[in-house]
């Protein structure tokens, strides 16, 4: 069955400093991993998406890195701000045919303090 | 900037009853997504549309959940009989393509009593 699981299941951070998110899935065969950005009753936010060849995506303060080796991915964010306090939700999407299904985990939330 | 938008924001419901979620898709956007998401857990695939048909569709998706564009720009999913677990954040997405961002809607929240 496929799944996804991240960690840390939630995170408290000072404005300013970084911090890494993890999320490790056992999806197959690979397609895609997606992560998004998800604030309280609000849709998600796409941050990046990565296929099979790329190990490093970035979006400003955001860098997600994939090892398809070890079916590990992470979402680092540089100097946060208030504003990253959210839901950080990964989703691996698996390739049958011609079809993606994508599997969701239960995200990471993180709270940044002033 | 286009945005996926999505009608009503609430609906109250009863148990049995017949209920349609509204979405209109980014209009240059070819592919339609419907998610859903119970409170306090994780947001969960129902179903993707393309050229008028399903592509794809999850274990959730069963006989009373279906999908419509009845016109150029509306993109439904409608729910024949509700239970009260149909309870949940109910979001739609778009795509210009399979494998490109998806853009979510702001969601409907579906509260079946």
């Known amino acids: 069955k496929n799944q996804v699981e991240q960690s840390p299941q939630s995170l408290i951070i000072l404005e300013g400093k970084n911090c890494t998110l993890q999320?490790?899935?056992?999806?197959?065969?690979?397609?895609?991993l997606r992560w998004y950005k998800q604030d309280t009753g609000r849709g998600p936010v796409s941050l990046t998406i990565?296929?099979?060849?790329?190990n490093t995506k970035s979006n400003g303060r955001y860098t997600a890195t994939l090892d398809a080796d070890t079916k590990q991915s992470s979402l680092h964010i540089t100097a946060s701000q208030l504003s990253d306090s959210a839901s950080y939700i990964c989703v691996v999407s698996a390739r049958s045919g011609g079809s993606y299904i994508p599997t969701f985990g239960r995200g990471t939330s993180l709270i940044v303090h002033p | 900037e286009p945005e996926v938008t999505q009608t009503p924001s609430h609906q109250v419901t009863q148990m049995g009853q017949e209920v349609i979620l509204r979405c209109v898709p980014i209009s240059n956007h070819l592919y339609f997504y419907w998610y859903r998401q119970i409170l306090g857990q994780k947001v969960e695939f129902l179903v993707s549309?393309?050229?008028?048909?399903?592509?794809?569709k999850s274990e959730i998706f069963d006989d009373q959940f279906s999908v419509e564009r009845p016109d150029g720009s509306n993109f439904t999913l409608k729910i024949r009989s509700t239970k009260l677990e149909d309870s949940a954040m109910y979001f739609c997405?778009?795509?210009?393509?399979?494998?490109?961002?998806?853009?979510f809607g702001p969601g409907t929240r579906l509260t079946v009593t």
């Open positions: 999320c490790n899935y056992t999806v197959s065969p690979f397609s895609n």
């Open positions: 997405a778009s795509s210009d393509t399979r494998v490109s961002e998806q853009y």
């Open positions: 990565m296929t099979f060849s790329e």
């Open positions: 549309f393309y050229n008028n048909e399903i592509s794809e």
